[in-house]
């Protein structure tokens, strides 16, 4: 029997990784937190009996503990909360699926407490890859990738040297804009942002994936996460996301990682890992594909990517303005406040007036984060 804790149950990582447990019925879930959505926490609780579940929202929490009173659960709130969560004592593996780097404190928490991590916060690494990979190594803890190109990474990985790694071929799909120019998405409305050809995903993803700034995160991730340069992580345009990446030896070979854009995969990997288990669902099938197309990234109207590789570049501070920029972007965007293209013209604007700081401690990332949003705030159209 396993044990597992899930940080961000009720999002689509959190949800996913709960059908992973109902069809295999040897995983424990010991611990669950979530945001607001308590009708869904609650359906949670019931099917798989917690110790502990967190709410961010203390009203909610309070709640929620009146709808659970039947039950043997302890309800808690907050961050303080969450760092329950985290550390739950009999949680062998954490998912950090939180959206944000609120996932920062707990998942150093959890690493402190000797928990392996299911990695699915991109932010954590974004911002933070300076403490948490060091942490991992003293504390001899495994962060084991869940997002699909990381996890492809890692599988192609498997008993290879990584001295012997020449580069890393980061597949995108080039979201619903691919091929469009500046001028044809200035008009680009929320609804149509949403719309992602192969994916389903959180909102907030959805826009970034748009946008190419989760690209973006994610070449910084694979920095951390592999141990390479950042020039060392190509980004590769493949539509269908049939490959979800590949690596490029030094001696030429390149081992491609495929399967059908299902993210239950990536999941059931990281909490069986080394074990690979059978997975219902659909299966490639090569006479139907035909043929599998490469494309060039567009540096020129998806600029998000091409900040991602000056903030990875320079490191220190600069990715967590980066992403906090984004974070308070997106969320204007989402609620109709900025135009779509202002979403990387804010990214920019933040990074070109922050002076960043080298190896910043948590309370300097935080710090950071909240200058970012003070800033763009500050900018907004009255």
Not at 164 to 184: K, M
Not at 295 to 301: A, G, M, R, Y
Request: proline content about 4%.
């Amino acid at each position: 029997m396993k044990y597992i804790s899930v940080l961000g149950s009720t999002g689509s990582i959190g949800t996913q990784t709960l059908e992973v447990v109902r069809n295999n019925g040897d995983i424990q879930v010991t611990a669950l937190a979530a945001g607001r959505n308590i009708r869904l926490l609650e359906k949670q609780i019931r099917e798989f009996h917690p110790a502990l579940a967190c709410v961010w929202d203390e009203d909610k929490a309070k709640e929620l503990r009146i709808k659970t009173a039947d039950l043997p659960v302890r309800i808690v709130w907050g961050m303080e909360g969450l760092l329950e969560a985290a550390v739950e004592a009999r949680a062998q593996i954490v998912v950090t699926a939180v959206v944000g780097m609120i996932g920062i404190r707990p998942t150093i928490a959890a690493m402190e407490a000797g928990k392996d991590i299911a990695l699915a916060n991109k932010e954590t690494l974004v911002t933070a890859g300076h403490i948490i990979m060091p942490l991992a190594r003293e504390k001899g803890v495994r962060i084991l990738p869940v997002d699909s190109e990381h996890s492809a990474i890692f599988q192609c990985l498997n008993g290879e040297d990584r001295r012997a790694v020449h580069r890393i071929l980061l597949t995108a799909s080039g979201g619903p804009f691919r091929g469009r120019t500046r001028d044809q998405l200035r008009n680009v409305r929320v609804e149509d942002a949403l719309k992602h050809p192969n994916w389903s995903m959180g909102r907030k993803i959805t826009i970034d994936s748009s946008t190419m700034v989760n690209k973006g995160l994610e070449v910084m991730e694979a920095g951390w996460l592999f141990g390479v340069r950042m020039e060392q992580v190509q980004v590769v345009v493949q539509p269908k996301s049939i490959i979800h990446s590949m690596v490029e030896f030094d001696d030429g070979a390149v081992i491609a990682q495929l399967g059908t854009p299902d993210m239950k995969l990536p999941i059931q990997y990281a909490l069986y890992y080394p074990e690979r288990r059978f997975l219902p669902g659909e299966r490639l099938d090569f006479w139907t594909l035909n043929q599998i197309a490469f494309e060039k990234p567009d540096f020129e109207n998806f600029r998000g990517l091409l900040l991602a590789y000056r903030a990875g570049e320079r490191g220190g501070s600069l990715p967590t303005v980066f992403n906090a920029a984004n974070e308070w972007a997106v969320n204007e965007f989402l609620n109709r406040r900025i135009s779509y293209l202002d979403i990387t013209d804010r990214i920019e604007r933040a990074m070109d007036e922050h002076t960043a700081a080298d190896n910043p401690t948590v309370e300097e990332i935080l710090a950071a984060e909240a200058w970012t949003y003070e800033l763009l705030s500050g900018l907004r159209q009255p």
